[in-house]
């Protein structure tokens, strides 16, 4: 059956192009990063979930604005322990992050602690030729060279150290 309307013909016509336009595309990409693909793709080079031994500690956060990679993810093991995993964008201008782990669910069981949740620490800020050393808390318990949360005082934002040796973390400044 034809429509022998041409005015019609034209205005559904127009109605379809109208609606097309309105409605969002799936092929305009977003100028940021998809933060919950680098979870998975995380969690399918661990071979373990956010929070699951082996498996990221905490989600990308989620305030991140990370240039959208046109690539895809190169993700590898960071230092010999196997507790972080290196994300990065291989184009030009990229960008990389390291992703904290809970254990290693290939390593032995894991060590006793060197420090408890709540115990007072020395926070060290450290890079290049400079160190600065402030007291804190820890906020996570933790074996010698894992990350845990500290902050130095009740107030102040949490940031992430790696344990030294007892009672002293670091923040390394590159």
Do not use: K, Y
């Amino acid at each position: 059956m034809t429509n022998r309307n041409p005015l019609a013909s034209t205005l559904v016509a127009s109605a379809i192009i109208a609606c097309a336009a309105a409605a969002p595309s799936s092929a305009q990409s977003s100028p940021f990063h998809d933060l919950v693909a680098i979870d998975r793709a995380v969690a399918a080079f661990t071979g373990a979930g956010i929070g699951e031994p082996g498996g990221a500690t905490l989600p990308v956060d989620r305030r991140l604005r990370l240039a959208a990679c046109r690539s895809p993810l190169s993700l590898d093991w960071q230092g010999n322990r196997q507790d972080t995993v290196l994300v990065q964008c291989p184009d030009a201008g990229g960008w990389r992050l390291f992703v904290a782990l809970s254990g290693n669910a290939r390593q032995a069981p894991a060590a006793a602690p060197a420090i408890s949740r709540g115990e007072a620490v020395t926070i060290t800020a450290a890079g290049e030729g400079f160190s600065v050393a402030q007291s804190g808390e820890a906020l996570d318990s933790g074996a010698l060279g894992s990350w845990i949360r500290v902050r130095t005082s009740a107030r102040a934002t949490p940031i992430r150290a790696r344990i030294e040796r007892p009672g002293l973390v670091v923040v390394p400044i590159d």
